[in-house]
């Protein structure tokens, strides 16, 4: 295919090279300039470029290598947004938690956030540069009703609209910016499937029977005034943080609310038993297409080719084989601490993604 998603796509994070790792550390301690810091964060954005191109990807990421966390970096730029410790739900098998968006003023777009990234991004490739930032929902799904302020939205109505206002301002200066492939990361579809997340938002004053179709259509609002010819597509997950997860169960619940989105692709997690089966794909619009996700992030053991063949048969029963494509379940460093698995079995499961794409579709 010549339109994003392609046959062969990613998620977007990348593990963190070492170089990097410690010139962060520097930049903490007081070692380093803010200047020196982006001069070494190029130069490791520009390497992982050079190997996503040479293993055949189309679409190219920076790989997140400018964050820390892959919404926060994001979100603490929006007026009326502020950073706090993680209530909940949690992810297992470490002590330390992810940071939320909380709202305690009116959310504004004030300025553009991380179009020079973007921008240094495109400079870099001569194929489709694509940048990804948090959906909408990731502001609200962590804490919830309790995490916005009742001063400054008595209302929750006017949070959504005043929310939807402004990512339309964000994408603007993305598609000003020439950024043709964008994708909204949202968790909160895949969280939702999880009956202990469902008891979580109903704990902190929202329904989460109705939660869905609120998501997607503060989606639909700020998608409005897209250009032609600007791709975007959501990818959820159920959690991905140091190879840890929050949330299991199967999209049943929540597919026809997360299809109504209008996004022209959707990633979705099939890489465990935690997804469920593909049964829900039968609620997928005529037009849209879904990104299979079948090649684990979270450990380092390569897939069977024959397996994700098989998996990509068994999804086809549901969705014709023309609107499904490939790639890895999440990314492989949503955050600086990265996954349990080694930067060359990294590329070894993106350029596994490419080979099948092409003995499948016969394209990557």
């Known amino acids: 295919m010549s339109t994003p998603p392609f046959r062969a796509d990613q998620v977007g994070s990348l593990l963190r090279p070492q170089e990097l790792v410690q010139a962060r550390r520097a930049f903490r301690e007081g070692r380093l300039t803010a200047q020196q810091l982006r001069h070494e964060e190029d130069i490791a954005i520009r390497a992982v470029v050079a190997r996503q191109e040479a293993i055949g990807l189309q679409s190219i990421t920076d790989g997140e290598l400018r964050r820390d966390w892959w919404h926060i970096d994001f979100l603490r730029r929006l007026e009326g947004v ?24 009116r959310v504004r777009f004030g300025q553009p956030i991380m179009i020079q990234d973007f921008e240094f991004l495109r400079s870099c490739t001569s194929r489709t540069a694509k940048f990804t930032i948090p959906s909408p929902s990731m502001l609200h799904l962590r804490g919830g009703r309790k995490a916005v302020s009742r001063e400054a939205y008595p209302d929750l109505k006017e949070f959504w609209a005043d929310l939807a206002r402004a990512y339309r301002a964000a994408i603007a200066s993305f598609a000003a910016a020439g950024c043709r492939y964008l994708q909204l990361d949202d968790v909160a579809f895949a969280y ?36 032609p010819g600007m791709a975007i597509t959501m990818h959820t997950c159920r959690g991905n943080f140091k190879s840890s997860w929050v949330a299991a169960g199967g999209y ?24 469920g089966g593909f049964e829900p794909l039968r609620f997928l619009p005529k037009g849209k297409k879904v990104v299979l996700g079948l090649v684990t992030t979270k450990i380092g053991t390569i897939e069977s080719k024959d397996e994700i063949k098989r998996r990509i048969d068994a999804a086809a029963k549901f969705v014709p084989l ?25 590329w070894r499961k993106l350029g596994l993604v490419v080979e099948v794409a092409r003995e499948v579709w016969g394209t990557a």
Do not use: W
């Open 192 to 227: 939702l499937c999880d009956e202990n997340v469902r008891a979580t938002t109903l704990a902190n004053g929202d329904d989460p029977a109705t939660l869905p179709r609120t998501y997607s259509d503060t989606i639909n609002a700020a998608l409005a005034d897209r250009p």
């Open 322 to 346: 023309e609107d499904l494509c490939l790639s890895p379940q999440c990314g492989f460093s949503s955050t600086h601490h990265g996954n349990a698995l080694s930067e060359e079995e990294q």
């Open 252 to 275: 049943e619940s929540v597919a026809e609310a997360m299809f109504a989105s209008a996004v022209d692709g959707f990633f979705m997690e099939f890489d465990t038993d935690r997804a």
């Open 82 to 105: 502020s950073i706090a410790q993680n209530p909940g739900p949690k992810f297992g098998h470490t002590e330390e938690q992810p940071p939320i968006g909380t709202v305690t003023g």
